[in-house]
């Protein structure tokens, strides 16, 4: 079992920046590729970023590619998403997932693990 705690969000104005932080526990956290997911209301959940197990590699969705970046810390059983330039359409509640075993990267059927979800609401 792994369990998942986002935080960090909050009211930005756009433009701004805000750093959301998700603290794992249970199983080894360094044997999972991380990811980010957001939620709109009345829209689908939607892939944001994701990182591989070593942070060795990251991919982004094209509507945040060059704005977010996502990192590690594995001693510290953490990973984070930094979220720059923040736009109106950025407001979503956002999402930590951990996936065991490989797949695909942009669907939330592939990730085994979610918190509870962290509210960030941009204003324009």
């Known amino acids: 079992q792994v369990h998942l705690v986002e935080s960090g969000g909050g009211l930005v104005q756009a433009g701004g920046s805000l750093r959301l932080s998700c603290a794992a526990s249970?199983?080894?956290?360094?044997?999972?590729?991380m990811g980010w997911f957001r939620q709109a209301p009345g829209k689908e959940r939607e892939f944001v970023a994701r990182?591989?197990?070593?942070?060795?590699?990251?991919y982004y969705a094209d509507s945040v590619q060059g704005r977010f970046t996502i990192s590690r810390d594995n001693a510290k059983n953490t990973v984070y998403l930094q979220m720059n330039s923040l736009k109106p359409e950025d407001a979503a509640v956002y999402y930590c997932a951990a996936q065991y075993y490989s797949g695909s990267y942009y669907s939330s059927t592939s990730y085994d693990y979610w918190g509870q979800g962290t509210q960030v609401t941009v204003s324009s």
């Open positions: 990182i591989s197990w070593n942070g060795g590699s990251a």
């Open positions: 249970g199983r080894t956290f360094s044997s999972y590729a």
